[in-house]
């Protein structure tokens, strides 16, 4: 005769089976302290499991290349440093660029020292911040003060330089706006030497903890044939190990004469492709840009700041496809002019727009809590996502 | 990989759809005849080595009664991007969709229609992406007006007299 | 209030007000770049916990202050005035930045931003910059602190209920 216990289970697993559930359709709406902004995913979840998670954009959708058929060149730059607004100096840095490309200004040797000095500082900042937040995703809310605490240096920096903390209309064309002062370059180096010890304390604090490898290993695994029809670039590309960084491989301003390693996914701790090659990749970059830094700092030429630029910038009739490396990914502007002192077209090409169209296929099959971890590790600032 | 010899491989292979070359400053495109555009980007990625679609936009030329779509084709192999334009009619454009050969022109056809209203046809799911779904015109057309209202809110900052803007009231 | 070795004398409004004012919890609302100077004036340079804005609530359920940092638009603009209708009285509004003070830079030609939140919900402070430091953010707590007192003292503990219901 069978145990009470076993009629039980018995009755249980038959009615499981016979149990119909329904899908849940959650709204993780424009508001919500993961997302990185205002994006909107639409789940569709059988319990814990993700069926589907489509992200829907256009909550910060600013008008940028309305407005940038309606100031001339000059007066693009500051809509550009609102484009991806954790990385201004690398937009402006790009914009700057693609203009000087079609006009054909030459840009003096302290100028291009001082670009890609700040523009490595900026990519310093924009990784700690992506790193404070992942933390603050996971739960861990020291990765944010720590984050934040050595990104205010750098702000301070920044402000020294061009008298603004987040958004500075630094970078000219044909130059840069301000020239840096002896305090500055001071700074600089002591900022340098505080910092490069301490992105070995933030990987022990973060990212060699069991518990954040637990939830970022195997999670989100991309491949190099997904990415290449994604069109990712930047950190999704190189954390499935693909070694491929603008500024080596198609140089601008001065990174030929520098030398930095590209750091790329593994796969050392979990599949390569995941969440948490991604974010060592980070990790490793910032120490790369701190080894270009150095390099830079103490050897910047004398001369002017700028070239000779004329009050309104004299654009020929042409058409521009420029992109640079920016930490999110590559940036690239497409510009159509007709001569005149306003751009005809403007198009802005952002890596973080490409980046979060990907969510849907990387989240098939996962619990709730690896879509949060997937959507921090893309690293996406909706100012860019949605111009 | 030069421009010419990429331009020389296209036109062996597809006479009919090279329609020639926009001579522009720094940079020259391809004019590719809109009906062929998906075969010149399949070989473009199958035998040229064209990995990637690097970006495609839409263009609005009310002085040539055109709107265009430039595709931009990156080989991480060459290092090179090249852009090929499809020049289509102001009114009902319509292009073939090339979502199957690269998911990244799913959003970005989207973006297109949703800002020029260029149709792409065998696209899975074209609706607006960026402005909301009952937005009535096409933003980046050079002819568009901003709307006066929407959903009850004034949108300009002043209608006729800059000092009378269209000011807050919101009640509680 | 009278204080002595032991006992405070005071009113219940004063106790209220004080509270109200010295624990406002903000909700979770960043939009764009001033939502980055925001959680800066959160962490531990220009720490506003010190200020009793302690936890960022992310649910409008709790929170009693909303920081509108970024530019609002025409898309974002019915969801910001579902979450105001969320939380409950009494409850305060700081508009933070020129993009939600009155459109920012872009009041020429965005079509789809909404020039001012105030056209949505009511503001009490207008913080100006773009971005503004965080000092300023902190300023605008503390003169929002100030409004609390002096409003909720002039009308005394009958009229604050009565403005709630």
Same mark, same amino acid.
């Given at each position: 005769?069978?145990?009470?216990?076993?009629?039980?289970?018995?009755?249980?697993?038959?009615?499981?089976?016979?149990?119909?559930?329904?899908?849940?359709?959650?709204?993780?709406?424009?508001?919500?302290?993961?997302?990185?902004?205002?994006?909107?995913?639409?789940?569709?979840?059988?319990?814990?499991?993700?069926?589907?998670?489509?992200?829907?954009?256009?909550?910060?959708?600013?008008?940028?290349?309305?407005?940038?058929?309606?100031?001339?060149?000059?007066?693009?730059?500051?809509?550009?440093?609102?484009?991806?607004?954790?990385?201004?100096?690398?937009?402006?840095?790009?914009?700057?660029?693609?203009?000087?490309?079609?006009?054909?200004?030459?840009?003096?040797?302290?100028?291009?020292?001082?670009?890609?000095?700040?523009?490595?500082?900026?990519?310093?900042?924009?990784?700690?911040?992506?790193?404070?937040?992942?933390?603050?995703?996971?739960?861990?809310?020291?990765?944010?003060?720590?984050?934040?605490?050595?990104?205010?240096?750098?702000?301070?920096?920044?402000?020294?330089?061009?008298?603004?903390?987040?958004?500075?209309?630094?970078?000219?064309?044909?130059?840069?706006?301000?020239?840096?002062?002896?305090?500055?370059?001071?700074?600089?180096?002591?900022?340098?030497?505080?910092?490069?010890?301490?992105?070995?304390?933030?990987?022990?604090?973060?990212?060699?903890?069991?518990?954040?490898?637990? #939830?970022? =290993?195997?999670?989100? $695994?991309?491949? *190099?044939?997904?990415?290449? %029809?994604?069109?990712? /670039?930047?950190?999704?590309?190189?954390?499935?190990?693909?070694?491929?960084?603008?500024?080596?491989?198609?140089?601008?301003?001065?990174?030929?004469?520098?030398?930095?390693?590209?750091?790329?996914?593994?796969?050392?701790?979990?599949?390569?492709?995941?969440?948490?090659?991604?974010?060592?990749?980070?990790?490793?970059?910032?120490?790369?840009?701190?080894?270009?830094?150095?390099?830079?700092?103490?050897?910047?030429?004398?001369?002017?700041? #700028?070239? =000779?630029?004329?009050? $309104?910038?004299? *654009?020929?009739?042409?058409? %521009?496809?420029?992109? /640079?490396?920016?930490?999110?990914?590559?940036?690239?502007?497409?510009?159509?002019?007709?001569?005149?002192?306003?751009?005809?077209?403007?198009?802005?090409?952002?890596?973080?727009?490409?980046?979060?169209?990907?969510?849907?296929?990387?989240?098939?099959?996962?619990?709730?809590?690896?879509?949060?971890?997937?959507?921090?590790?893309?690293?996406?600032?909706?100012?860019?996502?949605?111009? | 990989?030069?421009?010419?010899?990429?331009?020389?491989?296209?036109?062996?292979?597809?006479?009919?759809?090279?329609?020639?070359?926009?001579?522009?400053?720094?940079?020259?495109?391809?004019?590719?005849?809109?009906?062929?555009?998906?075969?010149?980007?399949?070989?473009?990625?199958?035998?040229?080595?064209?990995?990637?679609?690097?970006?495609?936009?839409?263009?609005?030329?009310?002085?040539?009664?055109?709107?265009?779509?430039?595709?931009?084709?990156?080989?991480?192999?060459?290092?090179?991007?090249?852009?090929?334009?499809?020049?289509?009619?102001?009114?009902?454009?319509?292009?073939?969709?090339?979502?199957?050969?690269?998911?990244?022109?799913?959003?970005?056809?989207?973006?297109?229609?949703?800002?020029?209203?260029?149709?792409?046809?065998?696209?899975?799911?074209?609706?607006?992406?960026?402005?909301?779904?009952?937005?009535?015109?096409?933003?980046?057309?050079?002819?568009?007006?901003?709307?006066?209202?929407?959903?009850?809110?004034?949108?300009?900052?002043?209608?006729?007299?800059?000092?009378?803007?269209?000011?807050?009231?919101?009640?509680? | 209030?009278?204080?002595?070795?032991?006992?405070?004398?005071?009113?219940?409004?004063?106790?209220?007000?004080?509270?109200?004012?010295?624990?406002?919890?903000?909700?979770?609302?960043?939009?764009?770049?001033?939502?980055?100077?925001?959680?800066?004036?959160?962490?531990?340079?220009?720490?506003?916990?010190?200020?009793?804005?302690?936890?960022?609530?992310?649910?409008?359920?709790?929170?009693?202050?909303?920081?509108?940092?970024?530019?609002?638009?025409?898309?974002?603009?019915?969801?910001?005035?579902?979450?105001?209708?969320?939380?409950?009285?009494?409850?305060?509004?700081?508009?933070?930045?020129?993009?939600?003070?009155?459109?920012?830079?872009?009041?020429?030609?965005?079509?789809?931003?909404?020039?001012?939140?105030?056209?949505?919900?009511?503001?009490?402070?207008?913080?100006?910059?773009?971005?503004?430091?965080?000092?300023?953010?902190?300023?605008?707590?503390?003169?929002?602190?100030?409004?609390?007192?002096?409003?909720?003292?002039?009308?005394?503990?009958?009229?604050?209920?009565?403005?709630?219901?």
């Amino acid at each position: 005769m069978s145990t009470t216990h076993e009629l039980v289970e018995g009755h249980l697993s038959q009615s499981l089976e016979n149990l119909r559930t329904d899908e849940l359709l959650l709204n993780m709406g424009p508001q919500h302290p993961s997302t990185h902004g205002v994006l909107r995913v639409v789940v569709t979840t059988d319990g814990e499991i993700v069926k589907a998670a489509k992200p829907e954009i256009g909550y910060l959708h600013r008008c940028f290349e309305k407005h940038s058929e309606n100031v001339d060149y000059m007066g693009v730059a500051p809509y550009v440093d609102r484009l991806d607004y954790l990385a201004s100096m690398n937009n402006a840095m790009g914009w700057a660029i693609a203009v000087e490309g079609m006009v054909g200004i030459e840009v003096p040797r302290r100028a291009e020292f001082i670009r890609v000095i700040t523009a490595e500082l900026q990519r310093i900042a924009s990784h700690l911040m992506s790193f404070g937040t992942y933390g603050l995703d996971m739960g861990a809310f020291t990765a944010f003060m720590f984050g934040f605490r050595d990104r205010e240096m750098i702000l301070d920096i920044f402000e020294m330089m061009s008298g603004a903390r987040l958004l500075y209309n630094y970078m000219w064309v044909g130059g840069v706006s301000r020239d840096i002062t002896p305090e500055a370059i001071a700074k600089i180096k002591a900022f340098l030497d505080y910092f490069e010890p301490k992105i070995d304390e933030y990987n022990d604090l973060l990212s060699f903890n069991k518990i954040f490898i637990e #939830r970022t =290993k195997d999670v989100g $695994v991309i491949d *190099v044939d997904t990415c290449h %029809s994604y069109g990712l /670039t930047g950190v999704m590309l190189r954390g499935c190990g693909v070694k491929w960084d603008l500024r080596k491989e198609v140089p601008y301003s001065i990174y030929k004469e520098v030398e930095f390693d590209v750091p790329v996914g593994s796969g050392e701790m979990g599949t390569l492709g995941d969440c948490w090659d991604r974010h060592i990749v980070r990790m490793r970059e910032m120490k790369e840009s701190v080894r270009i830094v150095r390099q830079l700092i103490d050897n910047i030429p004398s001369g002017p700041h #700028r070239g =000779k630029v004329g009050k $309104v910038v004299k *654009v020929p009739a042409g058409e %521009s496809f420029s992109r /640079t490396e920016c930490p999110r990914g590559e940036l690239a502007f497409y510009i159509v002019s007709d001569g005149s002192a306003k751009p005809f077209r403007v198009r802005c090409k952002s890596p973080c727009f490409l980046n979060i169209s990907t969510l849907d296929e990387l989240t098939r099959g996962v619990m709730v809590a690896d879509l949060i971890a997937t959507i921090g590790s893309l690293d996406i600032v909706l100012g860019e996502v949605d111009r | 990989m030069t421009f010419e010899e990429i331009h020389q491989k296209l036109l062996a292979k597809f006479p009919q759809a090279v329609q020639g070359i926009e001579e522009t400053v720094p940079e020259k495109s391809l004019k590719i005849h809109p009906e062929h555009i998906v075969s010149v980007i399949r070989f473009m990625k199958d035998e040229m080595q064209f990995e990637t679609l690097g970006d495609l936009c839409g263009l609005d030329y009310p002085a040539l009664s055109a709107s265009c779509v430039a595709y931009h084709m990156q080989s991480y192999a060459h290092k090179k991007v090249v852009r090929l334009k499809c020049y289509l009619p102001r009114e009902g454009a319509a292009i073939e969709s090339v979502t199957s050969l690269f998911k990244a022109a799913n959003w970005l056809e989207r973006e297109a229609f949703d800002m020029f209203g260029i149709r792409f046809n065998g696209h899975p799911e074209l609706r607006r992406i960026l402005c909301p779904e009952d937005w009535v015109g096409h933003p980046l057309r050079k002819d568009y007006q901003t709307p006066d209202y929407y959903n009850g809110m004034p949108v300009p900052l002043y209608f006729d007299n800059p000092n009378e803007s269209t000011a807050g009231n919101a009640h509680k | 209030m009278i204080p002595s070795d032991s006992v405070v004398m005071t009113s219940v409004d004063e106790v209220l007000s004080w509270g109200r004012r010295n624990s406002l919890w903000p909700l979770t609302f960043g939009l764009a770049c001033c939502a980055i100077e925001m959680m800066a004036t959160g962490a531990s340079d220009y720490d506003l916990e010190r200020f009793g804005c302690g936890v960022f609530r992310a649910t409008p359920r709790q929170a009693d202050l909303m920081i509108v940092a970024g530019t609002v638009t025409l898309k974002m603009a019915s969801r910001i005035r579902t979450l105001y209708e969320q939380m409950p009285e009494p409850k305060w509004v700081i508009s933070m930045g020129s993009c939600s003070n009155k459109g920012g830079p872009y009041w020429h030609e965005g079509y789809h931003v909404l020039k001012g939140v105030d056209r949505v919900v009511p503001v009490d402070v207008y913080v100006p910059g773009c971005p503004p430091r965080p000092e300023t953010l902190l300023e605008a707590v503390m003169m929002l602190q100030k409004k609390i007192r002096v409003q909720e003292s002039s009308m005394g503990l009958l009229g604050s209920l009565r403005k709630q219901v």
